[in-house]
């Protein structure tokens, strides 16, 4: 099975400010690898696919890059409305597809 | 455009539950239609998967065996059978559409159904 592990496990920021989290798979999941935003009480929410495919509706401050073993997802100014749980989830090795532990973002 | 979840309950260890995902607004399409679970305050798993015409079907190694999906499209519905629940199984369970045939990646999610197994 291919594990994922998310960093930093909380990210403390204000608004306006970047966003790095980082993603690691421990083999190789190609560009096979998504990010998914979920918020308190609500259902995940699909932002990038294939690493770095925005998903239709996501705003441009979501980007997604990497490849191989090591991903990440920036959110360039991060607004109110992002404040979330993030997880990254790899299909590579189909169909047995993982997901990261998460990554909080809260509000500084 | 959603899809609703509907049958999680408090069942005791070793009965069965049957949870339905009705698609409202859009048709299931081609797409491939998946379950995936969240135990409490935890992260996420996926669970299982049905193509469009049901021919390609399958199952985490932790549910398989014990757990059946299933999708009616003339109806918009996919299923999912649990037997042998253990305690280990409860979860909000969440259907989630595929963005492709069969491609692993989830575009559309219903709200979740909570299922808990104890006695």
């Known amino acids: 099975e291919v594990v994922l592990t998310q960093s930093p496990g909380t990210l403390s920021l204000s608004p306006g400010e970047s966003a790095t989290l980082s993603c690691r798979a421990s083999?190789?999941?190609?560009?096979?690898l998504a990010w998914y935003q979920q918020k308190p009480g609500q259902a995940p929410r699909l932002l990038i696919y294939?690493?770095?495919n925005r998903a239709t509706g996501i705003p441009a401050r979501f980007s997604g890059s990497g490849s191989g073993t090591d991903f990440t997802l920036t959110i360039s100014s991060v607004e109110p409305e992002d404040f979330a749980v993030y997880y990254c989830?790899?299909?590579?090795?189909?169909?047995?597809?993982?997901f990261g532990q998460g990554t909080k973002v809260e509000i500084k | 455009v959603q899809l609703v979840e509907f049958g999680g309950g408090v069942v005791q260890p070793g009965r069965s539950l049957r949870l339905s995902c009705v698609a409202s607004?859009?048709?299931?399409?081609?797409?491939?239609m998946h379950w995936v679970r969240q135990a409490p305050g935890k992260g996420l798993e996926w669970v299982a998967v049905?193509?469009?015409?049901?021919?390609?079907?399958y199952y985490a190694d932790s549910v398989k065996g014990r757990f059946t999906i299933s999708r009616d499209n003339a109806n918009n519905t996919v299923y999912l059978q649990m037997n042998s629940l253990r305690p280990e199984d409860t979860a909000v369970y969440y259907c989630?559409?595929?963005?492709?045939?069969?491609?692993?990646?989830?575009?559309?999610w219903g709200q979740g159904t909570l299922v808990t197994v104890s006695s």
């Open positions: 294939d690493a770095s």
């Open positions: 989830h790899q299909r590579s090795h189909w169909p047995s597809g993982t």
């Open positions: 989630a559409k595929d963005l492709q045939y069969l491609g692993g990646y989830f575009d559309l």
């Open positions: 083999e190789s999941v190609s560009r096979f």
């Open positions: 607004g859009f048709t299931l399409g081609r797409n491939g």
């Open positions: 049905t193509s469009f015409e049901g021919s390609h079907i």
